[in-house]
């Protein structure tokens, strides 16, 4: 069993979001101790706070908790009787950490010269990356660190699975793939960004044929051809695979210069939140039902 510190730590090396799960009080005859931990993520979990129905229903919360793109902070009682199948009797304050996934995801379509210069630096990035083609003996072994490989005889079914506001980058060898791949983002109509490599004549052929296709202007305005920063001269794969770099960073730092500071969940506020626990938890206090956090019967 791999144990929520090693999750914790690869997790947070790639970026991902996950929900760190901690036992902070208890009361009565429980599973596991105060302070235990376990690490859930949308697929896994790591280490456990006990087994059983409890386990069961507080990594379905923890999930509920991933479809949201915000970091969270809560606490939760569960009874440990009748309603969760469990025979220990006691009760258990739960806190729940929900760390929202870091950086951008942003899928590469090619894995030519251009490619292979370009991931190593984006995976140093505040980037997701998954790198997709078709030709498995193309990427280097081992990959980048942070970088997910995708060998793929239909890249486009990539960008149609892909999440809203994914960063699209089409580096292929082949033309008309770069063609498909760029027509399906912009059918898509909600990626955060595309980039696809080529000259200006490339580019101007490429507006014209989405234009034939329907495409509005606006639509069209939406792909970046040629990709990258074009006072960056060059046509070194580094030169072009610098240039690139050089404009992803300019796009994700300007958006981070434009979006609201948030204010994280303040020390004093969970404290609120342990004296309530603290309450509900004192058999003397008669108010209890109706001060304590929120109690999560399974019924």
């Keep these: 069993m791999i144990s929520w510190g090693e999750a914790l730590a690869e997790l947070q090396r790639k970026g991902e979001a996950y929900v760190m799960v901690t036992l902070i009080g208890t009361r009565g005859s429980t599973p596991r101790e105060s302070g235990s931990k376990m690490i859930v993520t949308a697929e896994h979990s790591f280490d456990t706070i006990g087994g059983g129905n409890l386990e069961f229903q507080v990594i379905g919360h923890a999930r509920e908790l991933l479809c949201t793109d915000s970091d969270s902070q809560s606490l939760e009682q569960y009874p440990l009787g009748a309603s969760l199948g469990q025979c220990c009797g006691g009760q258990v304050s739960v806190l729940f950490e929900h760390f929202a996934a870091r950086g951008n995801s942003l899928l590469v379509f090619g894995a030519g010269h251009v490619a292979k210069a370009l991931v190593p630096i984006l995976a140093e990035l505040p980037l997701r990356i998954r790198w997709v083609d078709s030709r498995e003996q193309e990427f280097p072994s081992p990959p980048p660190e942070r970088v997910t490989i995708s060998i793929n005889d239909d890249p486009v079914e990539e960008i149609e699975q892909?999440?809203?506001?994914?960063?699209?980058?089409?580096?292929?060898?082949?033309?008309?793939?770069?063609?498909?791949?760029?027509?399906?983002?912009?059918?898509?109509?909600?990626?955060?960004?595309?980039?696809?490599?080529?000259?200006?004549?490339?580019?101007?052929?490429?507006?014209?044929?989405?234009?034939?296709?329907?495409?509005?202007?606006?639509?069209?305005?939406?792909?970046?051809?040629?990709?990258?920063?074009?006072?960056?001269?060059?046509?070194?794969?580094?030169?072009?695979?610098?240039?690139?770099?050089?404009?992803?960073?300019?796009?994700?730092?300007?958006?981070?210069?434009?979006?609201?500071?948030?204010?994280?969940?303040?020390?004093?506020?969970?404290?609120?939140?342990?004296?309530?626990?603290?309450?509900?938890?004192?058999?003397?206090?008669?108010?209890?039902?109706?001060?304590?956090?929120?109690?999560?019967?399974?019924?």
């Excluded at 329907?214 to 051809?225: L, N, P, R, Y």
């Design 162 to 299: 892909a999440a809203p506001g994914h960063w699209i980058l089409v580096l292929t060898h082949n033309h008309q793939l770069d063609f498909e791949l760029t027509e399906a983002a912009l059918n898509r109509g909600d990626v955060g960004y595309l980039g696809v490599i080529g000259s200006e004549t490339k580019a101007r052929r490429f507006r014209q044929r989405l234009a034939h296709r329907g495409f509005s202007e606006a639509q069209i305005e939406q792909m970046i051809c040629p990709v990258g920063m074009p006072e960056i001269g060059g046509k070194r794969p580094m030169e072009v695979a610098v240039s690139i770099a050089a404009q992803l960073i300019s796009h994700y730092q300007s958006r981070i210069a434009a979006t609201p500071k948030r204010s994280g969940v303040e020390w004093r506020q969970l404290q609120s939140l342990l004296a309530l626990d603290a309450d509900s938890a004192d058999p003397n206090n008669t108010q209890s039902d109706s001060i304590s956090t929120r109690n999560r019967n399974d019924t």
